[in-house]
């Protein structure tokens, strides 16, 4: 998969479907999903998070954190990605949202925004108080079938679909799976609108 294919995507697909919580919460989250071309093939940046936070500890996650008052969602996406990882704003484009979505941890909801860099960054650096590591997947090793899996958990009753991409040294499950699936079949036609499946 090649950027040209991600972005023709996310101009043709309909908006994103939102979260029942943004009607009563008034301060959300955002995370970017930035997705770069080197060599041809398309990677996706993603981080470990630190084993020191007190949250989601040594996850995998995109970056991306709580809104401030003062900000909009984009503003907070590209401000996190500055913090954890040194990401320039001025070499990132975004190019659509995902759907949103709320968890089960928080009260809130996220906004996940798909971001075309305009070159490799060579030059991230993990914020050692977020970060752990800064990941490069190429999108083809997440278009796998053998890195994917889905598992049907009961979560307070009711049984939900969670997804599991099993990578070299990291698996990335939760939100940023389902963030994952959706933002690949959006991208290869497989996975629609209202179809990314967590809470």
Known sequence: MDVARLRHAFATVEGPVRSPREVRVTRGAAVLAPIYEDGGEAHVVLTRRASSLRVHSGEVSFPGGRQDADEDLVGTALREAHEEIGLDASTVEIVGELDHLSTITSDSFIVPFVAVLSHPPR????????????????????????????????????ERSMFFFEL????????????????????????????????
Request: charged residues 20%; aromatic residues 6%.
């Open 123 to 158: 030059d991230l650096v993990a914020n050692p108080d977020e970060v752990a590591a800064v990941l490069h997947v190429p999108l083809a090793e997440l278009l796998d079938p053998a890195v994917f899996r889905e598992e049907r958990w009961d979560v307070f009753g009711t």
């Open 168 to 199: 070299v040294g990291d698996t990335v499950w939760g939100a940023t799976a389902a963030m994952l699936r959706q933002l690949l079949g959006l991208a290869t036609g497989t996975v629609g609108r209202g179809e990314l499946r967590h809470l």
